[in-house]
């Protein structure tokens, strides 16, 4: 079954830039088309040989991708309150909403699969087993969702070369644990068991895709392509058109621009900030990759000592958060990181302190969570658009100070970064977003009507740093008009607080 992925199939890096471009504004316009019709949710699921790649696929989608209208669940052992619980409470709970795309990794699958490598269960009760991942599966796919699995495949002397090649190599080798060598050992048992998964599992409604994960390109490219054509068939079968309506605001290439003029003796945190400072892009390659080669490591003693972290930003649109982000999660292991962005709350959160929807989204121990936009906008846009009453608001300092300092007594590492960019940057930014088409859709009427709003906003951010800047959990604010500095700062100040809460423990 699995020699057809034994091809030894590859492709050049110049090829892997040109088809990969190509593929990451289709992938995106299909992104934005799920995400604004909301006809469907996406479920994709990854499983496989161990070194054949998941993790890595999955942190370049990210990469590739919007990262906030995508969820990546990585299961490990049980918790205290899935003990206490149904099997599949857990993957029911994670499930992405309509209009969202969630990534599995360590899935429905792992713990029976394993259990029958181990011959921990029977045949038969394995086959039972499969038999409850097919219903669960045929009931997402008949309410809608798009369901898609991937095993990725080395062959055995392939999977043998990629585990030394990763030990030998000081920054890889902690990927390599005891485990995988003995996993390689009965290398034959987790074929026939595999080929027993797939052969009961591979339906029409929730189909296995094989791919050979020997070569990095070649395997994102295949991975991608097959997420494409899937996402396009069902788009286009839910009657959802690669319409300009949907792809892009056409308001806001039309609207003025409506900044007014500077108030007269309007002094801020922000507009006494230094906007000079600048990186050549030579430099910043060298630089962006010893950040991240030290973010890895110190992540890595992070969850060995779990501590977990927690990275907030905020800032005017455009920026530049979702470009430092994709900086960051590159670094990671895609099982340890989640990236929230919250927007306006739905029903469920109205009917709660605005508070507990953070709440519920805190990581466990030794993770890390990156939130794109936070509970700071209980006095930011709730503030300026009157969405809170001055009360709410002007409490909200308060109950934000003492929501940080609860999780920051319990050993959470929290770092709080402001991106910030001048009306004339982001003005050409906008414009920057017209002219670039994997960047058109970012462009919304919404971000002009902030604009307009500007030194409102920056009021409300100098009081916010005012009050919730404390000696435990102060802001970090960065220049942001030049991208290649402000990437480097937000990587170098992150790598200092987590070293410096490492190192006191």
Partial sequence: MFRTAELGQSVAKQDFKKRGLDLRQRLLEAQILLSRSAKFNVMIDFAGVDGAGKGST??????WLDTRLLTTNAYGPLTDSERERPAYWRFWRALAPKGRTCLNLSGRYSTPFLDRVYERTSAKEYVAQLKRIQAFERALADDGTLVLKFWMHLSREGQEERLKALEADPEQAWRVTKKDWEHWEIYDRFIETAERTVTETNTDYAPWHIVEGSDSNYRMLEV??????????????????????????????????????????????????????????????????????????????????????????????????????????PTLDARNYRVLQYGAPTDEERAHHYLWRFWRHLARSGRLTIFDRSWYGRVLVERVEGLATNEEWRRAYAEINDFEDQFIEYGTILVKIWLHVTPEEQFARFESRKKIPHKRWKLTSEDWRNRAKWYAYEEAAHDMVKYTSTHMAPWELVPANNKNFARIKVLETFGDMLEKALQEG
């Fill in 58 to 63: 999955v942190n370049l989608l990210h990469a």
């Fill in 224 to 329: 991608s392509r097959i997420i494409l054509e899937a996402l396009e068939a069902r788009l286009a079968s839910a009657g959802v058109s690669a319409s300009p309506d949907l792809l892009i605001d056409k308001e806001a290439f039309d609207m003025p621009d409506e900044l007014p003029p500077r108030p007269e003796g309007l002094v801020t945190v922000l507009s006494t900030l230094d906007m000079s400072p600048a990186l050549p892009k030579s430099r910043y390659r060298e630089k962006l990759a010893k950040q991240q080669r030290r973010i890895h490591l110190l992540q890595r003693d992070a969850l060995k000592k779990k501590r977990s972290s927690i990275l907030v930003f905020e800032g005017p649109d455009a920026a530049g958060k979702g470009g430092v982000i994709r900086r960051i999660i």
